[in-house]
């Protein structure tokens, strides 16, 4: 057990990554630029708390590519299911940090952040299974996609761009948890080449 979480880098690179991110949301939870749209008239607020989960998801998928898949394949301890756990614990835990912070703050964009790092962080399993450098790229790709693409109007984000959507909005939510339920059940499933 010690060997795998020095493998996946929990203390060095998983913890500061987390004590980060909560930094940030504790932060910047109302803080704004306005960007060029490509789609719609005027310019597109982007709030920082959009970005705050690519501090999790860049440091889960560095930390699953540590490791080596043949004393991996090897080894007694199922360490698919170790690997799970870990997402789960990092993704929930900056999940109540982002909800404690909106709620003591007053602040939807850091409720927000909790479920869109949800999602991004099963996109970025997803990904992973497919092409181990794909689990960076997809998140960070996807976050610029929304901040230049995603709105239709000033303020009406498209339904596709889910991490744009209202904090309380059920339907967005559950497809966030349907996508991290799924990279999570695919990476302990699909053997990658």
């Not at 057990?1 to 932060?27: N, S």
């Not at 690519?54 to 170790?82: P, V």
């Not at 789960?88 to 940090?97: C, D, E, P, Q, R």
Request: glycine share 8%; proline share 4%.
């Amino acid at each position: 057990m010690t060997l795998w979480l020095k493998a996946r880098r929990v203390q060095a690179v998983l913890a500061p990554a987390l004590a980060a991110f909560v930094v940030v949301v504790a932060v910047a939870h109302d803080q704004y630029v306005r960007l060029p749209s490509l789609l719609a008239a005027g310019g597109n607020r982007v709030f920082l708390m959009q970005m705050t989960p690519l501090i999790i998801t860049s440091t889960l998928a560095y930390s699953l590519a540590q490791g080596s898949r043949e004393i991996e394949a090897t080894a007694k301890r199922r360490i698919r299911a170790l690997d799970a756990a870990l997402v789960t614990t990092l993704v929930v835990a900056a999940a109540l940090a982002g909800l404690v912070i909106g709620i003591l703050a007053g602040s939807q964009e850091a409720i927000m952040t909790g479920r869109n790092t949800m999602f991004l962080a099963g996109g970025m399993l997803l990904a992973r299974t497919a092409h181990e450098q794909a689990a960076s790229a997809l998140p960070v790709g996807w976050v610029f996609a929304v901040m230049f693409l995603g709105y239709r109007d000033f303020g009406r984000p498209w339904p596709w761009a889910v991490t744009l959507h209202p904090a309380g909005y059920l339907p967005t939510l559950g497809f966030c948890l349907f996508v991290f339920v799924a990279g999570l059940t695919v990476h302990a499933r699909v053997r990658r080449a």
